[in-house]
């Protein structure tokens, strides 16, 4: 069956810029998290949706950053008056459920954002 | 807050042989979970071994397998009869248990592996 899948793979943007990332979770996963890799570094979380619940948005760096979840599937990560700083590797996960026992999460391929 | 600390940027191992990755965390909780992913160049996030820390057996995984120190608070990782395809990056991640929700994981900074041929 198909992964995780992410698009676009790499975005270049210019200082100011607003920048969507999209993430297609595993079908019938109901948790999806978002992560981001800075260069040389490990990855952070951003934010998590676990089916209707209110997504726990604790780790996202400053209100430039929004996400949403459309119909418990599809994922979008806005970064609006996008920053140098903001260049990374954005990387979504998901797991087929969160409570209960041991659920891997599995991981798209991730979008390289560079902010020029 | 779950801390996972990993000491060595960089490790260099040659083919066939044993190599040692190291990984330290912090928590106050009983029940989590500790994984080993692989990231080479193509960024995918692979999991490579998962230990439960309610289990003081140590995971295995073909040539992977664990020194899981729950007190000393250690887990590393060490890849034996080393391949040219383990070359990646190595993250060591901590998650808290399966009763608790939102379970993100928390990554330390990584080790990049290289074998020689």
């Known amino acids: 069956g198909a992964g995780v899948s992410q698009s676009p793979s790499n975005k270049v943007t210019e200082k100011g810029k607003d920048v969507e990332l999209r993430c297609d979770p595993i079908?019938?996963?109901?948790?999806l998290y978002w992560y981001r890799q800075s260069l040389g570094q490990g990855l952070e979380f951003l934010i998590y949706?676990?089916?209707?619940?209110?997504?726990?948005k604790s780790g996202l760096p400053s209100d430039r950053f929004s996400a949403e979840r459309t119909g418990g599937s599809v994922s979008t990560l806005t970064i609006q008056r996008t920053q140098q700083e903001d260049s990374a590797v954005y990387l979504c996960?998901?797991?087929?459920?969160?409570?209960?026992?041991?659920?891997?999460?599995?991981f798209g391929p991730g979008t390289r954002l560079t902010v020029l | 807050a779950q801390t996972v600390t990993q000491s060595q940027p960089e490790m260099s191992v040659q083919e066939a042989e044993t190599v040692t990755l190291s990984c330290t965390y912090d928590?106050?909780?009983?029940?989590?979970?500790l994984f080993w992913y692989k990231q080479p160049p193509s960024r995918q996030m692979i999991l490579v071994i998962r230990?439960?820390?309610?289990?003081?057996q140590n995971a295995t995984e073909n040539r992977f397998s664990v020194n899981f120190q729950k007190a000393a608070k250690s887990f590393s990782l060490k890849i034996s009869d080393s391949q040219l395809g383990d070359a990646a990056m190595y993250f060591c991640?901590?998650?808290?248990?399966?009763?608790?929700?939102?379970?993100?994981?928390?990554f330390g900074e990584g080790t990049q592996l290289t074998v020689n041929p």
């Open positions: 996960a998901s797991s087929i459920r969160d409570r209960g026992s041991y659920n891997e999460q599995f």
């Open positions: 079908s019938g996963h109901t948790a």
């Open positions: 949706f676990q089916g209707n619940s209110a997504p726990d």
């Open positions: 928590t106050s909780e009983s029940d989590y979970y």
């Open positions: 230990q439960e820390a309610y289990k003081q």
């Open positions: 991640a901590y998650r808290r248990g399966k009763e608790t929700s939102g379970s993100r994981l928390t």
